[in-house]
């Protein structure tokens, strides 16, 4: 088998397990990321919503903010770790067409 | 390590996408001078690997949260502007479909990113397994250093850039109007848990597939320049 067919084949074990980086936190308690909270985050914790931050937060609507599909963020973590992997096999999909588009259009083709 | 919209203000937004338009103009020349076709699957899979990776939040228990970049393991096989046209297509997709990183932050996050972060591990490796044979237990253990360090270093600029912000922009009584945390707060934090947590992550990541790159297709490690 060529080395980039086991690739491909390691990315998709990936994407099914790819939930864990949802359901690890959850199990552990563990919060956002540092720096990535949201607006309501940020008021408790530092008492107030910066002015310029309450502006620019909401700037960009993303189809599917933080890989969880529009309606269902309280629908439990089953449907979580379904967005989730749909999200990574969506996110996959479109960086290797743009990659392999940049790709043919730089690459030298003589080899 | 993605800055959401809102957390920069808008010159240091500015500044970090005057600096990645020349970077991203020079590695769209260089890579056009080095890669070759045979090589663009192995490219298209180093960003879906990164693009993916970074959905493996890794939990601090009862803290935050952070996770692996993959970009340096793209540095290591393709060359550092090779893999900085990765990680900046799978930055721009994870903003753009997924809210993950600002819009306005994605000069910001390429820098740390797309930009430091693969070129400082692509020297560490280098340097570490100068001279090591292509099978050799010095090539897996320079790509893991080259993780760590090259993960901390990215941690610790946008550590930098958080913390400068109150500095920067405030109101007359002082309430910050981006990132309320100051270098004090910003830089211990996100330094400290990449040191701690995030930046091993990165390193036996990096560390494993160039052991299984060793055995099972040794070309690919050489190809990478040894």
Redesign the interface.
């Known amino acids: 088998m060529k ?2 067919t ?3 084949i390691g ?1 998709a074990i ?2 099914v ?2 939930p ?3 359901l ?2 959850d ?10 909270w949201g607006t309501d985050t ?1 008021k408790e ?2 008492g ?1 919503i ?8 909401s ?9 969880a599909f529009r309606g269902w963020e309280e629908k439990g973590l089953p449907r979580l770790s379904f967005s ?1 992997i749909i ?2 096999v ?3 999909t ?3 067409i ?3 588009l ?3 259009i ?4 003589d ?1 | ?7 920069l ?1 808008p010159a240091t937004c500015g500044i970090f996408y005057a600096i990645m338009l020349p970077i991203w103009t020079a590695a ?1 020349r260089i ?3 080095t ?11 180093g ?3 990164s ?3 970074m ?13 692996a970049v993959g970009g340096v393991l793209v540095a290591i096989l393709l060359g550092p502007w090779a893999a900085s ?2 990680i900046t ?2 930055l721009v ?8 990183g ?3 932050a994605i000069g910001a996050n390429c820098f740390n990113m797309a930009f430091v972060l693969p070129f400082t591990g692509y020297y560490v490796y280098k340097a570490i397994s100068y001279n090591a044979s292509a099978d050799s237990s010095r090539r897996m253990l320079a790509a893991g250093a080259a993780g760590y360090i090259g993960i901390n270093v990215a941690a610790f600029l ?1 550590g930098v850039e ?1 913390g400068l912000q109150p500095l920067l ?1 405030h ?1 007359a009584n002082g ?7 100051g270098l004090k707060i ?1 830089v211990p ?2 330094a400290g ?1 990449h040191l701690l947590i995030f930046g091993w992550v990165e390193a036996v990541v990096t560390a494993l597939v160039v052991k299984y ?1 060793q055995k ?2 040794p070309e ?1 490690i050489e190809e990478g320049g040894m």
């Open positions: 080395i980039t086991k690739l491909w990315l990936l994407i397990l790819s864990l980086g949802l690890l936190p199990h552990f308690k563990a919060g956002d990321a540092w720096g990535e940020i914790l530092v107030y910066p002015r310029g931050l309450e502006k620019l937060s700037l960009w609507s993303a189809p599917i903010p933080d890989y989730y999200s990574a969506v996110g996959i479109a960086t290797v743009v990659v392999l940049i790709g043919k730089l690459a030298k083709k080899d | 390590m993605h800055i959401p919209d809102g957390y203000g769209s890579v056009k001078k890669l070759k076709a045979r090589q663009v699957p192995l490219l298209a899979i960003a879906a690997f693009f993916v990776i959905m493996f939040n890794v939990p601090i228990p009862g803290g935050s949260t952070g996770h046209i990765a297509v799978a997709v994870q903003a753009l479909l997924f809210g993950d600002g819009i306005t946008a958080f922009c109101t309430q910050a109007l981006y990132c309320p945390y910003a934090a996100m848990e790159l099972e297709a690919v």
